[in-house]
């Protein structure tokens, strides 16, 4: 397995599904999970994604056949990785303002970074511990992990390509995704990223909450939005040559560790369970928008969400901005000016933003914190209101948001980036009151 783009990489259909898969055929047992000796003598290992007891349209685990079990490994060593962060960090004085980052540059020396290495926090919240929050990270890379694998105990992992393909090795299998799509990779699945475009960028949501999910539909109905069928989980592929050495990195409750193994972790002959991860491409999803009048809430555009305890309020939200036709009638058609009591990130993979169409860039990103007053640009602002407003494609671009009940704290970091755009707020300093009476 490397990291050339595989044509004839096969996947299976749907999200969160009882998906069954085997690279050397009969490596499945059958009728039982764990019988006296598996097939061909592999060893069988359950991995949970969900408590043992969790309600079961909720509960999701899988079960790996292979050829050594995962707790075949050396003694873990501090790793150093100061650039990732975990959870909140509340001695950091956030300003109650918009914030806007230029997109980063790639590093000089970005061929000597991998994707491990090349992960840059830019805002977090919650806590890992206690299973809530998220952090919304930059990652800036151009090395592919070749003997190096990873696994994230303090969260699940979404996918947000922006420059590059990725050719993301599981245990359970084998993702490709190019911008435009995304992946999910599952909390303590172990895995390692191919660059097969070499220099790459794009945006991950760690997710320390209850796992990503598909939204309820509602009045929608039983189609639409994101479509489970469209999700694809990988078929199992085990490395040819199982007996080399690795380093496994971890990240467990932030802190990072390192530990040799004597056999590769892609060691997988078979699995089975609705515990996977998966991509999606987001040109699959089913957009609803206004066909009468007003701008609705950017809830139609949720792809996945992460839900808290209080119905109806995410962790996390990860909604699209995807290609559309807008024809609304005497309606001002951009976002809205708005104060959000949920916390937006937002990231741009392509294309303008029609709220921000100058100074939000692909690759860049930006932070309204809850009750952070916000909306469209002096230049959005104008050209809406005076447009024509016949029917208009908003073609050839992908703007994305996670959306969080809970503060996001951006990190020192990016507090001090020199990519922190400091200026972001005179976009709206133009904006005249242009009250007319009468
Ligand atoms: O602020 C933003 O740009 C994101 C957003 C988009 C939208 O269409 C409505 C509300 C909203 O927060
Ligand atoms: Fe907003």
């Known amino acids: 397995m490397n990291d050339q783009i595989n044509t004839e990489r096969r996947y299976q259909s749907g999200f969160g599904n009882e998906y069954a898969t085997e690279a050397v055929a009969g490596a499945l047992p059958q009728g039982r999970n764990s019988p006296q000796r598996a097939p061909f003598d592999l060893y069988p290992e359950l991995i949970s994604g969900t408590a043992f007891t969790a309600p079961r349209h909720e509960n999701r685990r899988s079960w790996l056949y292979r050829r050594q079990p995962s707790v075949v490994a050396g003694r873990y060593q501090p790793y150093e990785q100061t650039t990732w962060r975990t959870g909140g960090d509340r001695s950091v004085a956030a300003p109650p303002e918009p914030m806007r980052w230029h997109p980063a540059p790639l590093p000089a020396d970005v061929a000597n970074i991998d994707f491990i290495d090349g992960v840059h926090t830019m805002a977090a919240n919650g806590d890992a511990d206690s299973q809530h929050g998220l952090a919304a990270h930059v990652y800036l890379a151009g090395r592919s992990m070749e003997r190096r694998a990873f696994v994230n105990a303090d969260g699940e992992i979404l996918f947000v390509p922006q420059q590059g393909r990725l050719v993301i090795t599981s245990e359970m299998g084998v993702l490709e995704v190019k911008p435009g799509q995304i992946a999910l ?207 208009q494609k908003l073609d050839n671009t992908l703007a994305f948001m996670f959306e969080s009940r809970y503060r996001l704290i951006p990190t020192e970091s990016a507090l001090n980036s020199p990519t922190l755009d400091a200026g972001y707020a005179d976009c709206w300093a133009g904006l005249k009151d242009q009250f007319k009476p009468g």
């Open 185 to 391: 990779m599952p909390r303590g699945v172990v895995f390692k990223v191919g660059l097969p475009d070499g220099p790459s960028r794009g945006y991950l949501c760690e997710n320390y909450g209850a796992h990503f999910r598909l939204p309820e539909l509602g009045p929608i109905g039983s189609n639409g939005l994101a479509n489970a069928r469209d999700f694809q989980a990988p078929v199992a592929a085990c490395e040819e040559e199982a007996e080399v050495a690795y380093e496994l990195v971890k990240k467990f409750g932030g802190r990072f560790w390192h530990a040799p193994t004597s056999h590769s972790p892609f060691n997988v002959v078979a699995w089975h369970g609705n515990l996977s991860p998966v991509r999606y491409d987001t040109a699959n999803f089913m957009t609803i928008g206004s066909i009468s009048f007003d701008h609705p809430d950017p809830s139609i555009f949720t792809v996945l969400t992460s839900p808290s305890d209080t119905p109806g309020t995410a962790n996390c939200d990860f909604v699209i901005f995807p290609p559309r036709w807008l024809v609304m009638e005497n309606t001002f058609r951009p976002p809205w000016y708005h104060r959000n009591v949920m916390s937006e990130f937002m990231g741009l993979v392509y294309g303008e933003y029609d709220a921000k169409p100058g100074g939000f860039k692909p690759g860049g990103a930006s932070l309204h914190n809850l009750m952070v007053p916000h909306g469209p640009d002096e230049e959005a602002f104008d050209k809406a209101s005076h447009a024509d407003l016949k029917p």
